[in-house]
């Protein structure tokens, strides 16, 4: 059973930095595509940058692009987000989540199967 772990979220000035971490386990593929999704109170849940696992591609959305950084550590199923020069507007709930099967690197939401409990980003002075 696919699982999945976010960590790392927190309180942050404005201009400041965090870590978003995902540990993911139970992959009987490496075929699979790892995203960044959020959700702020009152709004939509929208992509934010995805990873495929077997090669490295990658993808983002425009609003975080320059910013933010996807990586990926296989040795340890660990998937980062690193995101700089955070905004308020960057401040909701991060969710990571999985499309098993493809290696191709999309914002979909509709294809990812599983998702994690989410971590809570708040950028504020």
């Known amino acids: 059973q696919v699982q999945l772990v976010e960590s790392g979220g927190g309180l942050v000035q404005p201009g400041g930095s965090l870590r978003l971490s995902c540990v993911a386990s139970?992959?009987?593929?490496?075929?699979?595509?790892i995203g960044w999704f959020r959700q702020a109170p009152g709004k939509e849940r929208e992509g934010v940058s995805c990873i495929s696992v077997s090669d490295g591609v990658t993808a983002y959305a425009d609003s975080v692009k320059g910013r933010f950084t996807i990586s990926r550590d296989n040795t340890k199923n660990t998937v980062y987000l690193q995101m700089n020069s955070l905004k308020p507007e960057d401040s909701a709930v991060y969710y990571c989540?999985?499309?098993?099967?493809?290696?191709?690197?999309?914002?979909?939401?509709?294809?990812?199967?599983?998702w994690g409990q989410g971590t809570q980003v708040t950028v504020s002075s």
């Open positions: 139970g992959f009987t593929t490496d075929l699979y595509v």
């Open positions: 989540a999985v499309d098993v099967g493809t290696n191709y690197a999309h914002l979909g939401q509709w294809a990812y199967e599983s």
